[in-house]
């Protein structure tokens, strides 16, 4: 439990801070997962997911009909696997952009399901679109790709990979853990047959469930046999027809996932979509404006993530330095992440997914300049705190007009 909880600011890539309704849907009287009263919630939430995975555009126009949201007791990681497991058997040649954590993921559970075909850069490089098209070719059964690279702050062209994967015919799944609730999504125009999310990222619930969007048509070449017995697509499926789960749903957080997307249903995606670019803009041009380098280096279709923001380490605090900067942020009561794997010492990470209200922002600017400061690393805190309120303010001035 933080110090002064009321006062804690939540910044790390998931969990995400969650509404007081959201809390207060957990603490209400357990119910059967076979009664109408569940059945409810969970249809409560397909609706919103519904609108979630096929409306994430600035225009708010659809983007996919008659596919089926449904939602998975278990984190990303298993929806993951669970797509791949169901679309491959042992014989698939599947094909993994690998440029960060999440993408390293995605190869390897494809590695134990599939024979995996990895396309490669440097951890927050772009992964040149031509070695994608040397790679997919017409044996290619899978595509999989991470559109938010969360390790790295770095968001991959899914639209590109997925013409690809559509000229050859490949089934392609995308991970839009970071992404989808807090971005721009389109399930039919980037050829997307399965996407995945978390509920703790931009969707703003609890973690302990993940959702699916299984795109129209694709239900049919789901063989739930080939995938372990508890991610079995094809039963999930049917059971989510019935708004029910095939095994013991986490009712509460099932509940908590339901308020937070109804949340985003009353934002509004082209709102929502907004106001995040807006927010990340301000982490982006404040930390460069006091003096630090962004870790991700994005080039032809890639772009900056605009939910994470990953910021490259002053080289005087790299390494075993790094632990003072991190203990003067936590001691301002606020909560970052370092980098991930090999990461770890040369970068930070914050996040802006979910409702983080403006001045939260600029407390996150304010927090890290100061602890640079701490810990004598050269920033100027004054001019990254005036160029993330010029962002934010240029956002509120457009939502006024
Ligand atoms: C892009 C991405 N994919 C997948 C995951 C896996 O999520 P989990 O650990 O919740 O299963 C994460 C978690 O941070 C993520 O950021």
Do not use: C
Not at 4 to 12: A, C, G, K, T
Not at 125 to 142: N, Q
Not at 235 to 243: E, G, M, S, T
Not at 298 to 323: C, M
């Amino acid at each position: 439990m933080p110090e002064d909880p009321e006062d804690f600011l939540l910044l790390n890539p998931g969990p995400v801070p969650v509404t007081d309704e959201v809390l207060q849907s957990m603490a209400e009287p357990m119910v059967s997962h076979r009664s109408s009263a569940f059945e409810a919630v969970y249809e409560r939430a397909q609706d919103g997911l519904d609108y979630v995975f096929t409306r994430s555009t600035l225009d708010g126009e659809s983007t996919s009909e008659g596919g089926t949201p449904l939602i998975l007791n278990g984190t990303a990681t298993m929806g993951m696997e669970a797509a791949v497991a169901n679309l491959v058997d042992g014989d698939a040649e599947v094909v993994s952009l690998v440029n960060g954590k999440f993408g390293r993921r995605f190869a390897r559970i494809a590695d134990r399901y599939a024979s995996v075909t990895r396309v490669e850069a440097d951890w927050g490089k772009s992964i040149p679109i031509e070695d994608v098209r040397d790679a997919v070719t017409d044996d290619t059964d899978l595509v999989t790709i991470v559109h938010n690279e969360t390790s790295t702050g770095l968001l991959n062209p899914v639209a590109e990979v997925g013409e690809i994967a559509a000229e050859h015919g490949a089934r392609f799944i995308v991970d839009g853990v970071t992404s989808i609730g807090g971005d721009e999504f389109r399930i039919d125009d980037w050829n997307v047959d399965v996407a995945i999310t978390d509920a703790q990222k931009a969707l703003a619930a609890p973690p302990g469930t993940s959702a699916m969007y299984v795109a129209e048509g694709v239900e049919d070449a789901i063989d739930g046999e080939s995938a372990p017995f508890y991610e079995d697509l094809d039963w999930h499926l049917r059971k989510a027809a019935q708004h029910q789960t095939p095994f013991t749903s986490a009712v509460p957080l099932f509940r908590a996932l339901a308020v937070a997307v109804e949340d985003i249903v009353e934002e509004t995606m082209p709102a929502r979509i907004e106001r995040h670019r807006a927010q990340s803009r301000a982490f982006r041009e404040g930390f460069a404006a006091m003096g630090l380098d962004l870790f991700a280096d994005p080039e032809g279709s890639t772009a900056y993530s605009n939910t994470v923001t990953a910021v490259s380490l002053p080289e005087s605090i790299r390494g075993d330095d790094a632990t003072d900067f991190f203990d003067a942020v936590k001691a301002r009561n606020v909560s970052i992440s370092g980098g991930q794997a090999h990461l770890g010492g040369e970068i930070f990470r914050v996040s802006n997914m979910g409702r983080l209200p403006t001045e939260q922002i600029l407390r996150g600017v304010r927090t890290v300049g100061e602890a640079m400061d701490d810990v004598g690393a050269d920033v100027d805190l004054d001019a990254g705190l005036d160029a993330a309120a010029d962002e934010l303010d240029a956002e509120a001035d457009a939502v006024e007009a």
